[in-house]
Each structure stands twice: as C-alpha cells, then as structure tokens.
C-alpha cells in the first residue's frame, strides 16, 4: 500500500455549496445555513484505494462571482479539481467553461470532476442532458451531488483519487 | 594512460587469436588507435577494480574533509537496513539480540532516573515560595503551571518544525517536542501556505516575496523559504537571529540531499521521513541564563525595613511599659495612707506630681524608692501638712487651680461682641479683594455674628444691629477714596448675607480715609466691625466688664 498525499481544490461559483460538500465528505454534516468562504478553507480526509491510501488536503476557495475572481494562486500544486455548479441555478452552469479555462491555465493535465450540486432540490432541478454532453469533453466526469442527502459524494471524491493515483502511476511508467 | 601488461581480456584475447595476420590487419587499419580502443573497452571494470581498492581509504579521507558524506549516505544506508530486514527478519534479531538486553536496561534505568529528577523538581517548585509565586501568576493569566514555567525560564523555545513543499502546500515532515501541543501538522502546513497566497493576493505581492513570520500571543511562526520547501518554525518566545541562520541552513541541507525527490513530489512523503535528523537540528531554545543574578532579592532594603520594624516595635513596647509604671506609681500614690494626690501630668519623658502629705506619714524619698521600681523622671511637688494645727502658710502656698466656673450667656453675649468689634479685614491696594488672612478671619465672624444676633434676642437686649465700616489709605483723590471704602464694607456685606446672616443688622458705611499720618497705609485698608450695645437702654446689667475668661476653663 503506497501512502500519498494529494492536494485537492473546490472551485466554483459562490453558493453552489462548496463548502457544504467538503463538510458532508470529511465530516458527514450538513447544515442549510449558508456561510460564505473568504479565502480559503481546508480540510483533510483519507481515501482508501485498491493500491493507495491517499490523503487528501482538500483546498475549499471561496466562491466565484461578478465581484471575485477565482484566485488561481491557491490552485498551485493542486492535484485534482473539483468543479461545482448548482443545478437549480442555470446561470452557474454557464460559468463552467470559463472556470475550466481558467484551471487549466494554472495546472495543466490534472484531473477535475463536476459536481452538480443540490440534487435533492427535486423541483427546481433544471438540469438537461445537453448541459452534460457540452461539458462532458472538457472534465473527466460529472455527477449530480447532494451535500444534503450525501448522494453522489463520496463518489466523487473516491473517482478523483482514482484518476490522480492512476495518473501517477502513467506518469511514473 | 597505457594499459597494465597484465591485463587479463587483452592477453586472454591474444591467446585465443590464433591469427597474427588478423591481429595485425587491426593494427594496420587502427594505428596507434588500437591499443586505446581495447583499453577504452575494458576500462569500465578496470576502473571498478581500482576504485574497489580505495573504496574504504576514500571513505575515510571523505569523511575526515567533509562530513556530509555521512547524511549523503544516510538514506542508501536507510534503504539497504530496510530491504535487508525485510528479507531475513531473523537474521537481524539474531545480531540485536546481544545488543538488545543492556539497551533496554541502560533506557529503563534513564527514564527512571529522569523520573525522579523531574519528581524532585516538581516537588521543589511546588514547595518553594516561587513555586507558589509562579502557580498564582499562572493561574491569574490563565495558562497552564508548564506553559507559564516554561515561560518565566526560556528565552525562547522552537515547539514545532515544519518542513513543507513549497508549490502544494503539503507536509512533507514535521517534528514537535514533547511539551508543544500540536494540532494536526498537515492542516497547519496547508494552511500556512494558503496564509501565504491570501497575503500575496491581497496586496498585490510579486511571486517572489515571502511570508517570513506570523505572530500570535507569545507564539511565532518563522519561514523561511526555499525553492521547493518552506521551513517553519513555531517559536514560543523572543528568537535570536541564530535560530533562522539553523533553519536557513537545515533548508539548504535538505534542498542538497532531496533535490530530486522536492522537484519530482507527486505526495509520497515516506522518503522524507528520512530528514528527521536534519530537522532536529532546527528544535532549539535558549533558557534564561542568571535568572536568579537578575532577580536577586532587595536583601539591603529588606534589612532596612526589619530593624526600623523592630526599633518601633520596641519603642511602642518600652512607652507602654513606661506608661504602665507611671499608673502603678500614681496608684500607690492614691492608695498610700497619708497621701493625698492633688494632679499628675505626665510631660514626657517626666512625670509631674503635685500632692498633700501628712507630716506624720513616711517620707517622700522612703515612699518612691518603694513604689519606683523603674526609677521614672518623677518631679514631685509635695506640700506637707501637719493635721492638728493648720499652717495656713502652707495652705496659702498651695497652688490648686482655681474651681472651675460657669460661663454665663451674658457673659458669652459680651465676648461675642468684644471679638465681633476688634475685628479687622485689611484689602489690597485701591481694590475691594481681602487679602487672604483676612479672608481666613471670615468664618469665624460670621459664627460670631450669627451668635450675637442670637444671644440679643434670647437675652432681649433690644434690636441687634451691627455697623460695617470701610476705610481707605491716603492715596488718590477724596472722591475715589470714598468711592473705594464704600465697596469695601459693601463687599463684606455682602459677603455676610450670602452666608446667612441678616442683612437687616447689618450697615454698610464708607468713610474714606479717617486715619492720621502715622497710620501704616496698608492698615488703613481696611474694614471694621461695630456693634451697636444697646445694652445700656435695657435696664440689664452694663457690661463694662472686661474680665477675660481663662481658656479651657469651662
């Protein structure tokens, strides 16, 4: 069992539940108080993979708006990204683009998953399969998350462990 | 370089070459080259071989020049124990085993002997007055006994030592000693990092400015930065320069031996387990030398305090010792027959008798070297009396203070007014302002006032009335004069009334200048008092009398 230990950044949107998402992975908590993230918040949790056990510093960055831009000092050295978007505000859905832009322009060739967030918003979910097929190209996978129910979270991250220890490995190779 | 005869392929080789004119084709197409290209060809082992002859001697002169050898050697070694025990577990406890036993032995008995040295500095800390001194004032600020210990003998103490990779922030490895209490090393390295980005993002910092020191209480973070790895060092306490100049160093050392490993880190920190020695180096602290040189105790000043402590002690002791003599003499005074006590006075450091003694009774000096045991300063004034026939000599020659007589209201009524009309107010130069002992005298006539007006009415003396008189020195012109004198009996009339005697008996007069030429000027600036005695025209008795009162006699 090889130990590493992965940097991890959560970038998004503001509001889309960033913070929410970390909170459910690392510590099972939900709370449907919003607290906006200034800056930068970070939190540890340990995957066990079939060949890895990886610990993951999870990098939570405050959320981007009209007014913020996204800080792309603190994606230095990230391993993996996660992208979050809030499937009940179709606006934020318009942003994944640029932020995929702006990533990759900082960290080249990591791997970054999409997390559509709030999927127990059942209702408002505005979600079509056309969103997933434009940006299905431009991140390794994409899953609707629920930082309330906990569906699809654990996934998420488990999949970026996978695909950051996998690169390593063809790396190393 | 030519190549040794001896060496084994070439001759081998010739050997087995049966064909000279082959050999010397070579020799023909290659020329001079030959020789060197077979040596070229086996000079790799050869230079094995030469170097397997002076491994050890090497080692050993590297060594002695330059001991980095040993950290340069230290993670091959490291890897080799491993690998080797991982193949043949036995094999090692076999070799350990003999090492094993007096190891264990030699570690019991150090913990034990730390344990009672620690023991006993606890015990002598908690006993001592600075122990106690120490417990309080850590309590009062909070923090715990160790801590504030800790606090009052080191100058300063490096808890934690950092080493984190510079471009994601991870730990790479950490040490701490055993009184820091550490949270979790790898959210604080990530976070310094993130410190460092916000701080850099902020105010706009180029790339390469650093984030060299955190503060926080009596708690500091130093970083100190490297290429790829950042050391920080949590410091309790005020660091010297020398602390970075040892992290400084340990940072480059580590840069040196793990450059490979710090460029290519995809988070495997296993291999800088390894810089554990290197970081140690980093975990110093200074403690405060000649504490106890410094904070010496006032001894001097102590003493001081003692002995003037003790002289009044005594002092106090020794006055009432004496007064307690004074009293036993005084009674037996009283209690002897044939003696009467007329007054005693005591008038440090002597003791003033007056007293009546029967003639027939013992003597003087017989009575007080009976009753003076502490020999006191006893100045007797003793009258002898002989019952039977009376010395009115004597008697007349008593000095006993006359009896003790009533003060009528009357005559009260008649000093009031005698103090009310001998007073004098004297003001400053061509002004209405008091000069201020005048202004002193004012409480006391008001009170003499108020009670003039009050013993007139008890006594029915007629309507009290009481005239204020203003006076003006020689200088200016009659007018001015006039006008001056006026304001001076008005002001204190005024002042009177605003302090709640009647304005009805009281009348203001400015009579300018009165005095003759001899007069001083200064007293002719003045204001007198009179009262109107009516007492002439109330059928009560005059009161021409003009005896005074002893003082203390009523």
């Known amino acids: 069992m090889i130990s590493v230990a992965k940097k991890v950044c959560m970038v998004g949107p503001f509001a889309v539940g960033k913070t929410s998402l970390v909170r459910r992975y690392v510590e099972s908590i939900f709370s449907d108080k919003y607290r906006t993230t200034i800056g930068v918040k970070i939190s540890k949790k340990t995957v066990t993979l079939a060949s890895h056990e990886v610990q993951l510093m999870v990098w939570d960055i405050e959320g981007v708006d009209v007014f913020t831009d996204l800080k792309t000092s603190y994606l230095r050295g990230a391993a993996g990204v996660i992208l979050v978007v809030d499937g009940s505000r179709p606006e934020t859905h318009r942003q994944v683009g640029d932020l995929v832009e702006l990533v990759r322009n900082t960290v080249q060739d990591i791997p970054m998953m999409l997390m559509i967030n709030k999927s127990d918003l059942v209702s408002e979910w505005k979600v079509n399969d056309e969103f997933k097929v434009i940006n299905r190209n431009l991140v390794d996978n994409i899953f609707e998350t629920s930082a309330k129910s906990g569906q699809g979270v654990e996934e998420a991250f488990d999949a970026l462990a996978n695909a950051m220890c996998s690169q390593d490995i063809s790396v190393a190779d | 370089m030519s190549p040794p005869p001896d060496v084994g392929m070439l001759k081998e080789h010739k050997d087995k070459e049966p064909d000279n004119d082959f050999i010397r084709l070579r020799k023909l197409l290659l020329g ?84 009672v040295q620690s023991l006993n500095q606890v015990l002598e800390q908690s006993l001592s007055l600075r122990g106690l001194v120490w417990r309080f004032k850590a309590w009062r600020a909070g923090v715990s006994y160790g801590r504030y210990v800790m606090s009052q003998t080191l100058r300063y103490q490096v808890e934690q030592v950092f080493l984190v990779h510079k471009e994601t922030g991870l730990l790479l490895h950490s040490i701490a000693n055993e009184q820091a209490e550490s949270n979790d090393p790898e959210l604080v390295s990530s976070m310094l990092t993130a410190i460092q980005d916000f701080v850099r993002d902020s105010f706009n910092r180029s790339e390469t400015s650093e984030l060299e020191r955190i503060e926080m209480g009596g708690l500091s973070i130093q970083l100190c930065s490297g290429p790829h790895a950042i050391i920080a060092l949590a410091v309790r306490g005020n660091a010297d320069e020398s602390v970075f100049s040892i992290a400084e160093e340990t940072l480059e050392k580590i840069h040196l031996d793990f450059s490979g490993k710090l460029a290519d880190f995809r988070g495997d920190r296993a291999v800088f387990a390894a810089t554990d020695n290197i970081l140690k180096s980093c975990l110093v602290s200074e403690h405060i030398e000649g504490e106890e040189g410094s904070k010496k105790r006032p001894w001097l000043a102590l003493v001081f305090i003692a002995m003037l402590v003790t002289f009044f002690i005594n002092q106090s002791y020794r006055s009432y010792q004496f007064h307690a003599a004074y009293q036993r003499v005084i009674s037996a005074i009283e209690s002897e027959p044939g003696y009467v006590l007329v007054s005693s006075k005591f008038d440090a450091p002597q003791l003033r008798v007056t007293l009546l003694r029967d003639s027939a009774s013992e003597t003087l000096d017989a009575l007080f070297s009976r009753i003076d045991e502490a020999h006191l300063h006893i100045d007797v004034n003793a009258h002898e009396l002989t019952f039977g026939e009376i010395d009115t000599a004597k008697l007349s020659a008593l000095t006993l203070p006359a009896p003790a ?17 001998s007073t004098v107010l004297l003001f400053s130069d061509k002004s209405a302002a008091l000069l201020t002992e005048s202004a002193t005298e004012l409480p ?82 003045r204001v007198t008092l009179h009262v109107l005695d009516q007492s002439r025209y109330s059928g009560l008795p005059a009161m021409i009398d003009t005896r005074i009162v002893p003082e203390g006699s009523q």
């Open chain 2, 444 to 525: 006391r006539l008001i009170s003499n006032i108020k009670t003039y007006a009050r013993l007139n009415r008890e006594l029915g003396m007629g309507t009290p009335q009481v005239l204020v008189l203003g006076f003006a020195d020689p200088k200016g012109t009659r007018f001015g004069k006039q006008k001056v004198s006026k304001e001076r009996a008005e002001h204190i009339r005024q002042t009177l009334v605003a302090n709640e005697v009647d304005s009805e008996i009281l009348h203001a007069w400015g009579v300018g200048q009165r005095d003759g030429p001899s007069m001083q000027p200064e007293l002719q600036r």
């Open chain 2, 32 to 115: 001079p080259d030959y020789d060197g290209a077979l040596n070229k060809y086996i000079s790799r082992e050869d230079d094995a071989e030469r170097v397997a002859l002076v491994l050890a001697s090497a080692i050993r002169q590297s060594v002695a020049e330059d001991p980095s050898i040993g950290e340069a050697l230290a993670p091959v070694l490291d890897k080799a124990f491993q690998t080797s025990i991982a193949q043949n577990p036995s094999q090692i406890s076999n070799v350990m085993f003999p090492v094993m036993g007096p190891a264990i032995r030699k570690s019991v008995a150090a913990s034990l002997r730390d344990m």
């Open chain 2, 405 to 421: 007589r009533a003060v009528t209201t009357l005559e009260n009524y008649q000093n009031v007014i005698k103090s009310i009309n």
